[in-house]
Structure formats: structure tokens, C-alpha cells
């Protein structure tokens, strides 16, 4: 759908989280949601840090089903408590086209991970549901493929989209995935929509999450969804690439610099 400015996707109240125009807007929280300690940890700890919103997955796509799947409707409610306590908007993945409802009811925006990229039926359903869509680059995915994707959400007449790069699937091995953060200033060439980075789940390793949260600020990026955990050693889902409420707080310390630069 063609725009001749750019899109700003504005969630929460006053103006909370902005996605698009010249700020830059850090999403933070645990990649899933496990208990009401855990939230209340890790919230406290990013919110004290100057995240404008919440991440935390409850419908969980894991690569074995032998893995932790996530809390389902429990942790939506989790996170909810979350968003009513903080007054901060939450993002967090919706896997199957039946569920988009509860969790559009429960979040504000919806996520559509690297894996759903391309569920058409989720895309048509999450573009009806009214609410802001993040979605992430599917890990094989081309910028092309990935824009098309997009547009089954906005052709639902929902112009709330954010674009997330995630990392690619490549040779290498060293990093969990590539990240392309070409493939962020190229979007953001080719379209109007935001783009962040989710540099995370694309390295898959804590110290490579700081230098590609600059470097992906300095590339024009929108913004970040960055996961932290008060205590790594023990989350249930993709700890060994969470930062730590101390980390956390350095990396945004770091990145204001930046942002004011580009
Ligand atoms: C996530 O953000 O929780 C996630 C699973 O990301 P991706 O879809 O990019 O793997």
C-alpha cells in the first residue's frame, strides 16, 4: 500500500512508544513469560533503564517440542498485569489464527514471528484485529518477501506495521544468525514503515547484543526489541542470550549518544 510519508505507529498513552520519525523507541523484557516474580524482576529492571515497552512471549514457537512452549493464556494474563501495573504498552508473538483475538484483547500490539512470516491466515487475521502489528523477518526470507508479507496486513486495511530484522540464515555457524542490518536501511529506502532490530534472537549471544544495538541505530533503525532476564541462568526460553538488568541499562546509557548523532 503506497504512502508518500512515513508511517508512525504510536502505542500506550501519551505518546508512550513511537515507532517511525525521528525518535527511537527500545522494547525490553523476558523472551517468555514464566512467573509473577520473574515479570516483576525483569519490568522493574528495564522500566528503571527507560524502556517504553514490554516484550514477553506466552505462545512460544520452539524449534524442539521437547522445549519449554510457553504459559498460553496464563502468561498473556502475566503480562497484562504487567501493562496495567507499568501503564507501559506490551508486544508479545500470537502463532495460530485462533488466537489472535485473546491476545490482541490481552496486548497492544501482536507480534508475527520469523516463522509465521509467511502464515498468510494469521497475517489477514492479525491485519483485522485492529491492533499494531510487529513483524519479524522470516530467517530465509528476502526484504522482498518479507515487504509482501507486510502488506497482507496493511491490505487489511491496517496501516499499523512495524518491520523487525532478526538475523538470516547463513553459513555461518558463530552467531546464531546473520544479522543484515543492510536489509534495514534498505527497507526503510524501500518503504514507509518502521523498522527495528532484534539483535537477541538474531547473534544468540549477550556481548554481540550491545555493538549490533549501535550499529543498528546507526543505521537509521526505528528502534530495538532487546531481551533481558534478571536471572539468565535459569529462564526457561533462550537465556543464554538475554542481557541482565545491569547490561541492559549500560547498553541504553550507550545508545543515546548514538541516536542524537544519526
Ligand atoms: C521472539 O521474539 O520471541 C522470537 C521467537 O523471535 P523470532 O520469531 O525472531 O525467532
Known sequence: ??????????????????????????????????????????????????????????????????SFQGLGLAGLTLLAEQRKRTGLPVVTEVVTPGDVESVAEESDMLQIGARNMQNFELLREAGASGRPVLLKRGMSATIEEWLLAAEYVLHM???????????????????????????????????????????????GKPHLVAPMSLAAAACGADGLIVDVHTDASNAMCDGAQALSGEQFSTLMGRLKPVVEAV
Open 1 to 66: 500500500v503506497f504512502r508518500p510519508e512515513d508511517t508512525q505507529v504510536t502505542l500506550g498513552t501519551a505518546g508512550g512508544a513511537v515507532f517511525g520519525g525521528s525518535g527511537f523507541a527500545v522494547i525490553a523484557g523476558p523472551c517468555a513469560v514464566e512467573s509473577p516474580a520473574q515479570m516483576n524482576a525483569v519490568v522493574d529492571s528495564v522500566v528503571a533503564s527507560g524502556a517504553v515497552m514490554l516484550r514477553g512471549g506466552a505462545f512460544k514457537p520452539r524449534t524442539s517440542p521437547y
Open 157 to 203: 486495511g491496517n496501516s499499523d506495521v512495524v518491520l523487525c530484522e532478526r538475523g538470516i540464515r547463513s553459513f555461518e555457524r558463530g552467531t546464531r544468525f546473520t544479522l543484515d542490518l543492510s536489509a534495514v536501511a534498505e527497507a526503510k529506502r524501500l518503504t514507509h514503515l518502521p523498522v527495528i532490530v532484534d539483535p537477541s534472537h538474531s547473534t
